[in-house]
């Protein structure tokens, strides 16, 4: 995000929404992300950023099930900015690309409250995830799908109302995305997140279980 958390943003919440996608997170990866947002919400007046890459597969169209974090979080969290800078992120991350298991990664990271455009992409983080997408590709012509998520501390800093959001850039028609959608799945049951003002937040919601 860098500094420009109060000024060049996009409000991701415009964008169309990815036909019929969701976003389904394991447990790990759900577990990963809560901690994340609240260290970065704890960091209080410090204003520190935390993030992932988050690994996963396209199980059907526009659905993807991201299955496990980045086995290392050794980086330095920064003041309004985050990113995956150790040795052992990139390398995890390049093997990732050229390897077989995973057809998806998501590149997540945190924004603390500190109001103005605060709970949207700031355009850095669009022009990482398109940078991503367009060149961090694997060497042999196979394809991989890059995804944004953003986790957002609330003004009120109370858990259940972090918001988290998803965008995907398709370079084929040079348009941005959002997907809505997630969903948790633990102890075999998808659980979708709940929504406040039509955004998805840090919350499980237990009413409505699907089995
Ligand atoms: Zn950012």
Not at 35 to 46: M, T
């Amino acid at each position: 995000m860098a500094t420009d958390v109060l000024s060049g943003a996009t409000n991701q919440f415009e964008f169309k929404e990815l036909p019929n996608s969701k976003i389904i997170l394991s447990e790990k990866c759900f577990a990963r992300l809560s901690g994340n947002i609240n260290l970065c919400a704890f960091s209080g007046k410090q204003e520190l950023e935390y993030g992932t890459f988050l690994y996963g597969k396209e199980i059907n169209t526009n659905i993807i099930y991201f299955d496990i974090p980045s086995n290392f979080d050794n980086y330095t969290p920064s003041y309004r900015e985050f990113s995956v800078n150790t040795p052992e992120m990139l390398e995890e991350k390049d093997k990732a690309i050229n390897g077989n298991k995973y057809d998806c990664l998501a590149h997540v990271h945190t924004h603390p409250f500190i109001g103005g455009t605060c709970q949207f992409f700031s355009n850095q983080d669009l022009s990482v995830l398109k940078t991503l997408q367009l060149h961090h590709q694997p060497d042999d012509g196979r394809k991989k799908y890059f995804f944004a998520g953003l986790l957002t501390v609330s003004p009120e800093n109370i858990f259940e109302n972090d918001e988290i959001s998803f965008v995907f850039y398709d370079e084929n028609k040079n348009d941005w995305y959002k997907i809505t959608n997630i969903t948790v799945l633990t102890n075999n049951q998808e659980i979708p997140l709940n929504k406040k003002s039509n955004r998805s937040v840090m919350q499980l919601d237990n009413g409505k279980i699907r089995k």
